[in-house]
């Protein structure tokens, strides 16, 4: 059990440039969650994945961001057209089972700077 | 909709000493799932202690013991023998019972002093 993993842990663009984010879950994980978190905040709900299906999204989850988990492995964010209010930290978080008392782990997070 | 306040932006205590840190949330779920998550500097989330609804008896994980009123809607996290290591950001966390996202409160720094 090696954890959750992000690749990158920090990334720098320019504001309009297309980003994407990796997050490969602790293996055997069906369900993957992605959150937002700003300086001084606590983490912001965008999306879950069970298997490879999407079964949530918020409404912060605008139509700029899509996010993927083929194979309902590891899974991607991507950020569209980036603008300097997506800064913040992206959390990928998974959990195993059917219950909602089970743990989300989370990963290191990908820091993103949009300049 | 369910919110999640922590009062507290920062607390300080001595080394040894115990801390508790308050929590209250907003809900009109009967059954739902309460969660202490640490964030140490630049490091992943990590969690500290989970609290069911249904469940009376306050959770407990060596040095670390919740208060849950639910009447109240208060979670409150006791850390007892503080140690250098416990210096985070502790962050309250509620899930309900319909759906699988994690909502936040704005957190607690905790600072350890030597």
């Known amino acids: 059990d090696t954890g959750v993993s992000q690749d990158p842990r920090h990334k720098i663009t320019k504001r309009g440039q297309n980003v994407t984010f990796r997050c490969d879950p602790i293996?055997?994980?069906?369900?993957l969650y992605w959150y937002r978190q700003t300086l001084g905040q606590g983490p912001e709900f965008l999306t879950y994945?069970?298997?490879?299906?999407?079964?949530?999204k918020s409404r912060l989850l605008s139509d700029r961001f899509s996010a993927e988990r083929p194979k309902g492995s590891f899974s991607t964010l991507e950020i569209q057209r980036t603008e300097q209010g997506d800064s913040a930290m992206y959390l990928c978080a998974s959990s195993l089972g059917a219950e909602l008392r089970e743990t989300q782990y989370f990963g290191p997070g990908t820091r993103l700077l949009v300049l | 909709a369910q919110t999640v306040t922590q009062s507290q932006p920062e607390m300080s205590v001595q080394e040894a000493e115990t801390v508790t840190l308050s929590c209250t949330y907003d809900t009109s779920e009967s059954d739902y799932y309460l969660f202490w998550y640490k964030q140490p500097p630049s490091r992943q989330m990590i969690l500290v202690i989970r609290?069911?609804?249904?469940k009376q008896q306050n959770a407990t994980e060596n040095r670390f013991s919740v208060n849950f009123q639910k009447a109240a809607k208060s979670f409150s996290l006791k850390i007892s023998d503080s140690q250098l290591g416990d210096a985070a950001m502790y962050f309250c966390?509620?899930?309900?019972?319909?759906?699988?996202?994690?909502?936040w409160g704005a957190g607690t720094k905790l600072i350890i002093k030597p």
């Open positions: 966390a509620y899930r309900g019972n319909s759906n699988y996202q994690l909502i």
């Open positions: 994945f069970q298997n490879e299906a999407q079964l949530e």
């Open positions: 293996s055997e994980h069906n369900r």
């Open positions: 609290q069911e609804a249904y």
